[in-house]
């Protein structure tokens, strides 16, 4: 059975508990991952103590070993933009169908201050999970890369 922990910027994470994060999002995040060091940075973010950053790490382990994450950003904002954004979530393969990834969510919906925004591919299986926690599709995002 897995555990639930968070972590918040007044845990004070070291380097190595980033780390840990980080290595198990970017071995599986599959194709919907980012490069490490993007990862590393979304962590610093989410676990600085200024006052213009923030946001929590929700993390599932079972046996000492993270088999689920979440990564929650806060933007600063309200009203017209979410006051948080989910940037990452994995669940370990051999987790998967087990719950890990709806007590990971549902800790992290509780956890956050306000609305929450995320971003899911149209194609991943875990865009099911989230209509079925409340998640609607307002808006299509379109980016420009510079």
């Not at 940075?41 to 079972?62: H, I, N, P, S, T």
């Not at 070993?65 to 979530?89: D, Q, R």
């Not at 393969?93 to 956890?111: D, F, H, N, P, Y």
């Amino acid at each position: 059975m897995f555990k639930i922990e968070t972590l918040t910027a007044i845990d004070h994470a070291t380097y190595l508990q980033k780390k840990e994060i980080a290595d198990f999002l970017f071995e599986n995040l599959d194709e919907y991952g980012d490069p490490h060091h993007h990862i590393m940075k979304c962590l610093d973010y989410a676990l600085d103590q200024a006052v213009d950053k923030g946001g929590f790490v929700v993390l599932a382990r079972e046996d000492d070993k993270i088999v689920g994450a979440v990564i929650m950003n806060k933007t600063g904002m309200s009203g017209y933009i979410p006051e948080n954004i989910l940037v990452y979530i994995a669940v370990h393969a051999s987790q998967r169908g087990k719950g890990v990834g709806k007590k990971l969510m549902k800790t992290a919906i509780e956890m956050a201050n306000g609305d929450i925004a995320l971003h899911v591919e149209a194609d991943n299986p875990a865009k099911i999970l989230y209509e079925k926690l409340g998640f609607t599709n307002k808006y299509l995002e379109m980016r420009l890369k510079k």
